[in-house]
């Protein structure tokens, strides 16, 4: 069986919020598989499980563009090492550029993207540049563009730690920029819940079924659980079924419908999502350093 160590336990706590020694016990059941482990203590423990998907794992930052009419946007992020270099200004200039970039040229990749000019050089070079002169390194992650159906609008939150973009069919500027609030707030997974990935509908389904098992109920009434709860989940993500976030006694649904407006598609980005942080111990660093010297 795989040792659980301190630090497995730690990072376990950490995605979770889990006490100490339940984290342990999962990782135990698990033999050390950290995936594993945070999916028996969703079925043990519920919800409050589940924070790993809303912490930021990286530095940088989103750029957003928005053409004039907002019938053209694009967003991007690009990651660096340290938040001081996500608010040094060359590198802000840097992310802005590529939005706009990305949404007048459509590049079919970042790897196009990075081969496009930029100024009197490309993508790439300005990218190399500016690792050179700031000393720290930095990557184009991902980037998304938007040709509208409506009309387009966009929502930065966190210091541009989190950007939202939102396709509003007929519905007005403070709607569409509400709407695009709510998305970074709220975070859903998809627009409804046939746009909602299979394989999450199973996990969830899964989960479920061993909660839905422990409680000793009848077959039948387990199917009704697990169904239930799966239908809990798919308002919990999908933007149309949450709750609106500046008036929770409404969908996000109800809203548009009230204001006989819809929203065509969304994009969602947070910094770091997905990444592992990179951890320095400071006085370990400056210690080797001396060893060295």
Known sequence: MAEITASMVKELRDKTDAPMMECKRALTEAGGDMAKAEEILRVKLGSKASRAASRVAAEGLVGQYISGDGKLAAMVEVNCETDFVAKNDDFIAFVRALAELVANRDPADVGALSGLPLGASTV???????????????????????????????????????????????????????????????????????????????????????????????ANILEKMVEGSVQKYLKEVTLLGQPFVKDDKQTVEQVLKSRNASVASFRLYVVGEGLEKRLTDFAAEVMAQVKQA
């Open 124 to 218: 790439e070079q300005t990218r190399q540049a500016l690792v050179g002169r700031i000393g720290e390194n930095m990557s184009i992650r991902r980037f998304a563009r938007i040709q509208a159906t409506g009309k387009v609008s966009g929502y930065v939150h966190g210091g541009a730690k989190i950007g939202a973009l939102v396709d509003l069919v007929d519905g007005d500027d403070a709607l569409g920029r509400d709407i695009a609030m709510h998305v970074a707030a709220a975070k859903p997974v998809a627009l409804s819940k046939e746009e909602v990935p299979g394989d999450l509908i199973e996990k969830e389904r899964s989960i479920a079924a061993q909660k839905a098992a422990e409680s000793g109920k009848p």
